[in-house]
């Protein structure tokens, strides 16, 4: 089983919020599938206003969600880049299992 098909079963498993669970389902699919890290080149898919706009999201509750989902181990974050307006979170889904739910 790949990388990205653990995580699938994991998240429908979890109990996350389903804002939760949309965000961190588009951010696994900009994730390269070996190693569960968004790579440079689709980094700027992965800015606040950009997951906002592709799962329907308000940049308040994409925001909630990312620090919750880093918080209880479902992402890391290397790194943001950018201004106001032009934020670019770098993030990844983690590929270790080791989290805590809620």
Known sequence: MSWHSERQALIRQSELSPADRSIFRYLSGLAENATGQILP??????????IAENTGHNLRTVTK??????????????????GRG?????????KDDDHDEQ
Request: net charge positive; proline share 3%.
């Open 65 to 82: 969600s990312l620090a919750h989902l880093e918080r209880h181990g479902y992402l890391s974050r290397s790194g943001s880049v950018g």
């Open 86 to 94: 032009k934020t670019t979170s770098r993030s990844s889904p983690r």
């Open 41 to 50: 080149e689709h980094a700027w898919r992965a800015s606040l206003a950009r």
